[in-house]
């Protein structure tokens, strides 16, 4: 984006009228003081300012691929829905490879599509516990992973 002044978040500096959703990309990577690197991964589920997913499936997503997730990593930090509801944040420790991250979330959305239930949908583990939608969420990770082979590009 030429005529627009360079932001500090990222993503902003993005021009979403040219990516090609399903993706992931890598948005950032941070080396703490200590050494330690942080990596940032946009995981875009929906094209941007076209389509976007119901806020039951966002929610409902981030529980499970919380979760499930972790049974796969212990790089996982954070999975965190976008604002815009088009997609997520996936925050690792380390600088894995590409081929372990687009693993990692291939192995945690199939464990999305056989799911129960979505973890900790109640009040007492979760601040909106009704707002879930467990068929939605399989159904936002099966048509992800339908589309496995052009994850890594991210523009048309």
Known sequence: MTDTPRMNVESFNLDHRIVAAPYVRLADRKQLPAGDVIVK???R???PNVAH?????VHSLEHLFAEKSRNHSDRV????????????????QG???EDEVLGLIEATLTDVTTADE???ANEVQC?????HTLEGAQDAARTFLA???????VFA
């Open 41 to 43: 991964y946009d995981v």
């Open 45 to 47: 589920f929906a094209q």
């Open 53 to 57: 997913l119901e806020m039951p499936v």
């Open 77 to 92: 930090l954070d999975f965190s829905p976008m604002g815009c509801q088009t997609g997520f944040y996936l925050i690792l």
């Open 95 to 97: 600088d894995p490879a």
């Open 118 to 120: 979505v973890p900790a």
């Open 127 to 131: 601040g909106w516990g009704a707002n």
């Open 147 to 153: 589309e496995r082979g052009r994850w890594t590009q």
